[in-house]
């Protein structure tokens, strides 16, 4: 079948510059940062360090990552973006030192393997109104810009949006994402090039084995995080404060970070065989490289991401149900989730001590209702496309599954006992 013109064009343009020798070059750090400071006009970053970190994540597009002309322009794009918003939240805590004073108390971080359900966790409990995360236009947008003017921050992501899935068309089927949809953590800690998120969209080992080489390597990560939040919080309307309920997977390997920066933190882990998700995490990030690299290796992304999803499940081992935080971490298993949502809901809640209203609870029904199966499609992957075998990695994660209880997946039920047979079990994949 013949390929769309546009990634014919697209194709044949990387084949030119490649040629010119145009899509390996350095990036220049200073050309950047001079950019972010003519854009903005501002020129104070703070005390801030990413000089380092941006470096390495530079240094890693050029060497490592493969870029299409497409991903030339993206990361130069994506760079210059947080650039701009860096200075621009120094620039209103210059002008506004409360920023910095608001308290955040007692966030909920909800972690685990990816495309294992902790999206749908995510999202019932921000049904509750008492609930707050960030949302995706304002973690692309901290602030409209310019100040004072009509706030077209939500429209300007929707385009962005939809230019990403004319690029990789399967995205939203994988995971669907409006400008108003809450967002990972991993897109604020990409603001100081701290982030895995990187390591989704683009093949870049040296950069992650940079970031893994030090488990302080995310502290001024998650310094910034809580900064950030600040931000947001202070641009709300008047009123208490929310309960920010933050989710990403990739908290999993900056756990230490989050004790110091939030040490009263509450700590929720998903579990899921993971045997079921690995398939679906390997086409994920396939799909999110494909439009910024020049070439991919399904089986090179699948071997890649056992590993780091295995490293992944021996850190949650490791911490076990202390992580020293004020309360014990709070275990949800998929199964569970799936057969009785709210229910498991309500279970979160008792384990922090947290009231949890009537209304918030009939808010969440509804959304079972609405979206029985979290919004996700069913998708089908064979093993072999990505160079894993289904009983080398149930093997390999036998160690994780049976410290926690996890029940293997061997066959899709079609109901849900747990919820009286009213419906289909969901088949959730975030």
Not at 52 to 68: G, I, K, W
Not at 369 to 375: D, E
Not at 403 to 427: D, M, N, Y
Request: glycine share 6%; aromatic share 8%; proline share 8%.
């Amino acid at each position: 079948m013949a390929l769309p013109i546009p990634t014919q064009v697209l194709r044949l343009a990387d084949a030119i510059a490649g040629t010119c020798g145009l899509l390996d070059r350095p990036f220049s750090i200073d050309a950047l940062i001079r950019l972010a400071r003519r854009r903005t006009g501002l020129d104070d970053f703070g005390n801030v360090d990413i000089t380092e970190p941006l470096s390495r994540f530079l240094e890693a597009c050029a060497n490592d990552a493969r870029l299409s002309v497409v991903g030339r322009i993206a990361t130069r794009w994506d760079v210059a973006r947080f650039l701009c918003n860096l200075l621009r939240l120094r620039a209103a805590e210059l002008a506004r030192p409360g920023i910095l004073e608001a308290p955040i108390a007692q966030p909920v971080f909800i972690t685990g393997l990816p495309r294992s359900g902790t999206t749908f966790l995510h999202r019932m409990m921000l049904e509750d109104p008492e609930n707050r995360a960030p949302l995706v236009y304002e973690t692309i947008y901290p602030y409209a810009h310019p100040p004072g003017r009509r706030d077209r921050r939500v429209s300007q992501v929707a385009g962005q949006l939809h230019a990403f899935e004319v690029l990789a068309p399967e995205f939203h089927g994988l995971h669907p994402l409006e400008p108003t949809s809450p967002q990972e953590c991993s897109e604020i800690t990409a603001h100081v090039f701290r982030s895995l998120r990187f390591d989704s969209n683009y093949r870049i080992p040296s950069y992650r084995a940079w970031l893994d080489a030090s488990p302080r390597s995310h502290l001024p990560a998650y310094q910034f995080h809580r900064r950030f939040l600040q931000h947001l919080q202070h641009q709300a309307a008047t009123g208490p404060h929310p309960r920010w309920v933050l989710k990403c997977p990739d908290h999993l390997f900056a756990l230490e970070a989050i004790r110091a920066v939030y040490p009263d933190a509450c700590l929720v882990f998903v579990h899921r065989d993971p045997v079921k998700v690995l398939l679906s995490v390997a086409h994920l990030t396939e799909v999110l490289r494909r439009p910024f690299s020049r070439r991919l290796d399904p089986k090179e992304i699948g071997r890649a991401e056992s590993l780091r999803w295995l490293e992944g499940t021996r850190r949650m081992m490791t911490v076990g149900d202390e992580a020293g935080l004020p309360d014990p971490v709070c275990h949800v298993h998929y199964l569970d989730l799936v057969s009785d949502p709210v229910a498991t809901v309500e279970q979160v809640y008792g384990h922090f001590g947290m009231a949890l209203s009537s209304a918030a609870l009939r808010r969440m029904e509804t959304l079972v209702a609405a979206q029985p199966n979290g919004g996700y499609g069913a998708h089908a992957y064979r093993f072999e496309d990505h160079g894993l075998d289904p009983e080398a990695e149930r093997k390999k994660f036998r160690d994780y599954m049976l410290r926690f209880g996890v029940v293997p997946e061997i066959r899709r039920t079609a109901t849900s006992p747990a919820s009286g047979g009213k419906g289909r079990r969901p088949q959730l994949a975030g």
